[in-house]
């Protein structure tokens, strides 16, 4: 295992003390509602490049790699980290809750899947927000991450829009919808009538492999999404590869279907100077009820020429063939959707409304909620303290490895608190498919 560190590394008499090992509760909690507030955070990353140190320290690490070497257990400099957890890139990846909850509004099955497109080809210029390339906090074993959306019922759509404006049309600015979570003040009180409820919970359910399992649903809608992800992170030379393995169900329940989907590769493009992220390969869609499927590419950049984030898309009844739309665009641009009916539709991702999550204020989250688990690196980082951002880091990972060696030594097998292993995947603890 290559093991990098800043080039000081402090020691504990700097003022940096490791958390408390608290141990894990193997009780199921749901957060109270009443004490959330509106997320503040951009995890907007303004750096303008790998500095000279900094590169001389990526050159090292560079220099012990090999080609195609696995990354999973290369500790990586904490300079490069993105002051949020993977868990919660997962959570951002459902910033148009509006449109989610759309799908299950479609008349048919085709625009159930159609839209379902829509919605997954819109979730991921979110949740890698930022030209620059970062890395998330590796979730440690026990990690949560909760939050939740309020979605004005008047955003929700029960037709197709296209271009032309008109009653069915979705908004554009969100401060002007009444009973908007934008307006207000995060943490009111307000009753939600005129809104729909989404929840949302992330755990990471295993350390190598590493495997992440999030949950989001809505009652109201009998709607849900079950999705486990397991990160393979590989070498190749001056970009690294981050393959999502495994596999999310989203269930509509209304109409008894399951679309199964996959998720594609993410690629870190020019480590040494300014590094950039793409997303690459084809993902699949599929509805085995309906026999409706899509795949969707994710193509990158070629060497010479050729454009950055292009994604197409197709949409096809499996039965006749017939492709019943076809998009194209950028993922975190503008997209292009044409349908068999002649009608056409287009999305810009930069200019679309974003719903913000609300999350427990830090005092009131449990002790391995993500924020509050990761709340003195995320200071440091940006109070640019990196060598006290380090040794935070170490602290939680050395914590870490204590607690795997008490259950080694107790011959105790780590259970997860919101989630059940499930042949080769993982079902959350209570999903709505069972309740119903």
């Known amino acids: ?17 490791c958390q408390p090992n608290t141990g894990q509760s193997s009780s199921p909690e749901t957060p109270d509602l009443s004490d959330e507030t509106t997320d503040t955070e951009d995890h907007e990353e303004e750096d303008l490049g790998v500095l000279d140190d900094q590169r ?65 080809l819109t979730a991921f210029h979110e949740g890698r927000k930022g030209a620059v390339a970062k890395k998330p906090y590796n979730p440690i074993l026990g990690e949560n991450f909760h939050c939740s959306w309020y979605v004005p019922r008047v955003r929700v759509r029960p037709l197709r829009t296209t271009n032309c404006p008109g009653p069915n049309s979705a908004p554009t600015d969100s401060a002007s919808i009444p009973g908007s979570p934008q307006r207000g003040v995060g943490g009111s009180s307000r009753k939600h ?11 990471q359910l295993s350390h190598h492999p590493p495997v992440s399992g999030f ?53 870190a493009r020019s480590i040494l100077t300014v590094p950039w992220v793409e997303l690459g390969g084809k993902v699949t869609i599929n509805c085995a009820k309906s026999g409706y499927s899509a795949t969707v590419t994710f193509h990158t950049k070629p060497f ?46 930069s200019k679309h409304p974003i719903i913000k999550k609300k999350i427990q204020p830090i005092e009131k989250q449990g002790q391995y909620e993500s924020r509050r688990l990761w709340q003195h690196v995320t200071a440091s980082l940006k109070g640019g303290h990196l060598d006290a951002a380090t040794e935070h880091k170490r602290c939680l990972e050395d914590r870490q490895r204590r607690e795997a060696k008490q259950r080694a030594a107790s011959h105790s097998a780590w259970k997860p608190k919101y989630f059940i292993k499930e042949g080769e995947g993982w079902v959350y603890h209570n999903p709505l498919w069972k309740a119903q």
């Open 304 to 349: 010479y020429g050729g454009k950055v984030h292009r994604v197409t898309a197709e949409v096809k009844h499996n039965l006749t063939g017939n492709i019943v739309c076809k998009a194209q665009g950028e993922w975190n641009g503008v997209l292009e959707f044409t349908y068999s009916n002649g009608e056409n539709k287009v999305i810009d991702t």
């Open 1 to 17: 295992m290559v093991d990098m560190k800043s080039s000081k590394t402090p020691n504990k008499s700097a003022g940096v003390a």
């Open 56 to 120: 001389n320290i990526m050159l090292h690490l560079l220099s012990q790699l090999k080609l195609g070497m696995d990354l999973t257990r290369v500790v990586l400099p904490t300079f490069i980290l993105e002051k949020r957890s993977m868990l919660e890139m997962y959570a951002n990846f459902m910033a148009h809750p509006d449109m989610f909850l759309s799908i299950t509004c479609g008349r048919t099955a085709e625009e159930r899947m159609v839209r379902f497109v829509e919605y997954y």
């Open 193 to 203: 009538s005129d809104c729909y409820h989404v929840s949302f919970v992330a755990e």
């Open 215 to 267: 949950y989001c649903e809505c009652k109201e809608k009998k709607m849900c999404v079950n999705t486990h992800v397991w990160t393979k992170s590989k070498f190749m030379g001056m970009s690294v590869g981050v393959s999502m393995v495994g596999e999310g169900v989203l269930y509509l329940l209304e109409h008894d279907e399951q679309y199964v989907f996959t998720l594609p590769c993410a690629y």
